[in-house]
């Protein structure tokens, strides 16, 4: 079983993530491979059994827009019955980017194993652990 987690993060929170999960799914014997956005490529998505995507709450409850939402864009045809998961930390909100973000994956076909793990800043006590159990329930796939 291989996961692919790509992320972007601006201040390293939504990028302690991506690190957490993949330490989750890699205590739980998968191949993990880890990505910013900026070394991603469309091909990644059929390149993994399970694709991970993490991106923080920006702009006004969006994606970040000059790197992620570009990418989330080019692959949008391409996630039809993919195996996803979604992740992101957000500051003030109430999560509505996340809930936007995942009910798009679900119009383009995808398979959510997961609600979208959103966390507050930085990933600190039960965070850890709710992100790590994210990775080994990935890893069970
Ligand atoms: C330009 C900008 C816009 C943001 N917009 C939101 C927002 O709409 N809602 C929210 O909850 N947090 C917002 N935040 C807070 C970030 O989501 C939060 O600080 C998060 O932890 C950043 O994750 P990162 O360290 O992975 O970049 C914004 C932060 C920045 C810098």
């Known amino acids: 079983m291989k996961l692919t987690v790509i992320y ?3 201040t390293g929170n939504t990028e302690e993530m991506a ?25 990644d998505v059929g390149a ?14 969006v994606l970040e827009e000059d790197e992620f939402e570009p990418y989330v864009a080019s692959i949008e045809n391409a996630i039809k019955g993919k ?11 109430d999560g509505q980017w996340m809930r936007d973000w995942v009910q798009r ?4 076909g995808a398979e ?3 609600d979208g ?18 990775g ?3 890893a069970a796939e």
């Open 8 to 10: 972007w993060s601006g």
């Open 48 to 61: 993994c059994d399970v694709l991970a995507l993490g991106c923080p709450s920006m702009g006004d409850e």
């Open 112 to 114: 959510l194993l997961a």
């Open 19 to 43: 690190d957490l999960i993949a330490d989750g799914a890699r205590d739980a014997g998968s191949e993990v491979e880890v990505k910013s956005v900026d070394e991603a490529d469309p091909r």
């Open 117 to 134: 793990l959103i966390v507050n800043e930085a990933p600190v006590g039960d965070d850890i652990e709710r992100c790590k159990s994210l």
């Open 105 to 108: 994956m679900r119009d383009a």
């Open 136 to 138: 080994r329930l990935l």
């Open 83 to 93: 195996k996803m998961a979604l992740f992101g930390s957000y500051g003030w909100g």
